[in-house]
């Protein structure tokens, strides 16, 4: 009897030591995943500097993304690297300078992928520090080698340079194809209707908006005339894939829903989700709860769609408990645009909106509307409400993220300025090229410069300022926001000097 006694007390205490050193590993576990935090990029397309309140709108109220700037740190000087999509996408992904790849253009819906899969990525860095890591949304960086067969795995593309898991848009909403990718596979496709992409020309009988204008619901303006699908007219041509064309109405609830699932089902570890969102991007396609509320047109109602899907994926992050724990950046991959290639009264319904918020430029130009953008980061509980002058880049997040779960990260241009991300400091960058279709400018303290280009220096297309000047502009951004003086002849001294530091970072002399 004394020995069973023994024998069940020993083991009672060796079961005993397992559980509370098993329960011990899962509390450290637990601690260690809870310090590194889940990194969420919210990315908005065209979205402008004025185009929400808390930068100032008044014709349109965006309480739920008010409520990240107001509740965290509002950048005053927030850049992308570019005024167009890809190179932006590139530079913030990559931590490069898009200038210095000449593929880091506005891409086909059908180019190869311009990511080198051995190149250094955000997603990697954060994957070596124990990250799980995903995109929801638009993609636009290309996709494959060359001649992607559509039909079959996509394959180099999101998972090869860092990312887990990928549901994407190959392109653009206004590009072919219209179809969503899972994980390099077209979704719903039905075999027996394969698709078919193509940039050049069109397939023989397929209807387009130029031969059948009857077939479209939205007038082109210019560039979207090719192949149609849901009655609005595209950039390309396409074949077949019928089952699988995406419904454009439904594409901010579609992304949503995919990052609302992805957050849910991958809570239990530290995780990064670049959610990148179509809208304001043509073609406007609000839902119908969102169509005429904000009295500006479709490009207004889709900024309150967007804003209304923000606060929907915010409330998912606290439903699962995971805000607190959770940093959100927040921006946009360039300024605005009214019309980029529909008629769809964003020009006639403006009113008294300026989507530039007071800068002079937009989408494609090197003036300041064309890459200062809202860019927001909030992190409840560890950032403290503040507005930042610090001038800061997408192209920083990734050395700077690097720093926050851990490492260091010092191969590419990227800046690591983590304090100015959390708000511990209002030092950023020092110099930042910034970029419009192949041309740089340099943005250094106060002061813009932008070098003499040849070129029309107006887009009449899109009605907007891009910069281009065949004399040499300085400007200063804190006297005069609007750029309104040129102080290059009145100030040769600060010429001179920003001058030199722009051919120092640029590699090469000014022609």
Not at 52 to 73: K, V
Not at 153 to 181: C, H, L, W
Not at 374 to 384: E, H, L, S, V
Request: proline share 5%; hydrophobic share 35%; with cysteine.
């Amino acid at each position: 009897m004394y020995l069973k006694n023994i024998i069940f007390k020993c083991f009672f205490l060796s079961v005993f030591v397992m559980t509370s050193c098993k329960s011990v590993e899962k509390e450290s576990t637990s601690s260690n995943s809870a310090k590194k935090p889940n990194i969420v990029i919210i990315y908005l397309d065209d979205l402008g500097y004025g185009d929400l309140s808390a930068y100032g709108a008044t014709e349109l109220q965006t309480p739920n993304i008010d409520g990240l700037a107001n509740g965290g740190i509002k950048f005053t000087n927030g850049y992308a690297s570019s005024a167009t999509c890809t190179p932006s996408r590139y530079a913030l992904l990559t931590g490069v300078y898009p200038w210095r790849n000449k593929k880091a253009r506005i891409l086909a819906g059908s180019a190869p992928l311009i990511i080198d899969v051995a190149q250094q990525t955000l997603p990697k860095v954060l994957k070596k520090q124990g990250y799980q890591t995903a995109i929801v949304g638009k993609w636009h960086l290309g996709l494959g080698s060359g001649d992607v067969n559509w039909n079959g795995k996509i394959t180099p593309g999101p998972n090869e340079v860092g990312f887990d898991s990928s549901y994407i848009m190959a392109a653009t909403q206004d590009r072919v194809p219209t179809v969503y990718i899972d994980n390099g596979h077209v979704v719903g496709l039905d075999k027996n209707d394969p698709i078919e992409v193509n940039y050049k020309k069109n397939f023989e009988g397929e209807p387009t908006a130029k031969s059948n204008p009857e077939m479209t619901t939205m007038k082109w303006h210019h560039g979207h005339n090719n192949s149609i699908v849901n009655g609005i007219p595209r950039i390309g041509y396409m074949k077949g894939g019928d089952a699988a064309k995406w419904t454009d109405i439904d594409m901010a609830d579609h992304f949503l829903g995919k990052a609302q699932e992805y957050v849910k089902s991958h809570k239990e570890q530290p995780f990064f989700l670049y959610y990148a969102m179509q809208q304001p991007h043509v073609p406007r396609t609000p839902h119908p709860r969102f169509v005429g509320k904000s009295g500006m047109g479709p490009r207004g109602d889709v900024i309150l769609e967007a804003d209304w899907v923000v606060g929907e994926f915010i409330n998912t992050l606290e439903e699962e408990g995971l805000l607190e724990n959770t940093l959100i950046v927040f921006s946009s991959d360039n300024g605005p645009v009214l019309n980029d290639g529909y008629y769809d009264d964003a020009i006639e319904k403006l009113g008294k909106h300026d989507p530039k918020g007071g800068l002079r430029g937009g989408k494609y130009s090197l003036l300041e509307a064309g890459t200062r953008v809202p860019f927001i980061g909030y992190w409840k509980g560890t950032i403290k409400p503040t507005v930042s002058d610090a001038i800061v880049c997408q192209m920083d997040l990734l050395a700077s993220l690097a720093n926050l779960t851990g490492t260091s990260e010092n191969t590419t241009d990227s800046k690591d300025i983590l304090d100015a991300f959390l708000g511990k400091s209002n030092k950023g960058r020092d110099h930042l090229l910034i970029e419009a279709n192949s041309r740089t400018a340099l943005r250094s303290g106060n002061w813009l410069m932008i070098p003499p280009y040849k070129g029309n220096k107006f887009n009449k297309k899109v009605n907007i300022d891009v910069g281009i000047r065949p004399e040499f502009q300085l400007y200063n951004l804190k006297q005069d926001v609007g750029q309104q003086q040129n102080l290059a002849e009145t100030n040769p001294e600060k010429l001179a000097e920003l001058i030199k530091v722009y051919e120092s970072l640029r590699g090469e002399k000014i022609k």
